[in-house]
């Protein structure tokens, strides 16, 4: 199964979005499909990437004069700020998820050849990857059906209670935080597909891996000298073969890292920004309020509002993570194989492998400010902190002299 053809409602989507400059096409008497540069899908990417620049420039200066014009309570001019503040982010979000679509688009088109070069070298596994990859299509439309759900519950039950509220103008900016956020939201499945992509190639070398035998476990049952022979020519190829598509699939990381690394540092900061200001306005809004029933419904809908935004951050987190993890499991499961202690050609080759998982590690890095997995909380809050305070022990391990004994 081509990945490109399963992959094509989402690509046609991300064309409508402006996430995606290549025009597909099948070539003929063939399964494979040609990427074509399309001037006109490039026009259209820019276009939008120009209007909401320009909206959001004009935002700026229309809330600045605003500002200096009314008058509110406190509580409201705040809520006002901290909404203007999570839609000037998730503009910015939009505006950098449609601007790497262009600028790294070469880097997409590169992923997904390299994508098809992997996929006829893993044939050499002699591992069956049809019905994993037909179940990975379903996967995914699964996926794409619960974030839709998701934003759709989230963004109706927020506009259901914000129309509660007298003279509300929250429908205006409900319309224009909503656009963005359904781009940002795109630009995450996407994500979310290419990581899923190489935990399948990861998980396809781990069958393989599993399924190696250089050796026979039984000596009752060794077969004669030429199949033997055979047999341990053939083990050979096949982990030869799972070098080469490691080395395919760490490439494939290296080109998600080049493609997504700015898409994925503006999105997790933006959610990081929209979590934090609903919780001080939640906070903020409960100490200086009266707990009526129509103020309880608004706490819940800040916090509403900002689940589709922790459920990003934490599904990123955890394919990555995982994906890391199944890398990591390819070293165990390679000491694990049998060798023959008198072929050093098998042994040499073991080793290779071990130092190749040992150099070349799988990890996915946000623009490379920070590595996307299960600690991205702890490496956010923290890690620059540790590094502080390493830095200024090492300045003071080399100016300050060593005390006399």
Known sequence: MDMLRALEPLHRICQVCGLWPWRLTS???????????????????????TAASGFTVYDLILESNR????????????????????????????????????????????????????????????????????????QMTRWAVWMLWGYAFSQGFILGTKLLAPGHRF????????????????????????????????????????????????????????????????????????????????????LMNRGYGLSMLILVGNDFLAITSNCYWMFLNFRQTATTPYDILQLVASAVWSAPHLGNVLVLSLLCDRAAQCANRLALCLHQVSVDLRNESHNALITQF??????????????????VDCTLLYTVSWKPRENINETVLLYFRLWVPPPRI
């Open 171 to 254: 429908p205006f900016y409900w319309l224009w935080y909503l656009l963005p956020l359904l781009v940002c939201g795109l630009r995450y499945f996407q994500i979310f597909t290419a990581v899923h992509i190489v935990r399948q190639r990861l998980d396809e070398l781990l069958v393989a891996l599993q399924q190696l035998q250089l050796q026979p476990k039984s000596q009752a049952l060794e077969p004669a000298p030429g199949e033997l022979a055979e047999l341990v020519q053939a083990t050979v190829d096949r982990l030869v073969a799972v070098r080469l598509v490691y080395q395919r699939v760490w490439a494939l990381v290296t």
């Open 67 to 138: 500002g200096e014009q009314d008058a509110e309570s406190p509580i409201s001019s705040i809520g006002q700020t901290v909404d203007f503040i999570q839609l000037v982010g998730m503009r910015v979000a939009h505006m950098a998820a449609l601007l790497e679509a262009l600028w790294q688009r070469q880097v997409h088109r590169e992923f997904y050849m390299e994508l098809g070069g992997t996929d006829e070298l893993s044939k050499a596994m002699r591992v069956n990857e049809d019905a994993g990859r037909l179940q990975m299509g379903r």
């Open 27 to 49: 070539l003929p008497d063939t399964e494979g499909i040609l990427f074509r540069k399309s001037r006109m899908l490039e026009l259209y990417g820019w276009s939008i990437l």
């Open 354 to 371: 071990s130092l190749q998982l040992l150099h070349q590690r799988l990890h996915f890095s946000a623009a490379g400010f920070f590595t």
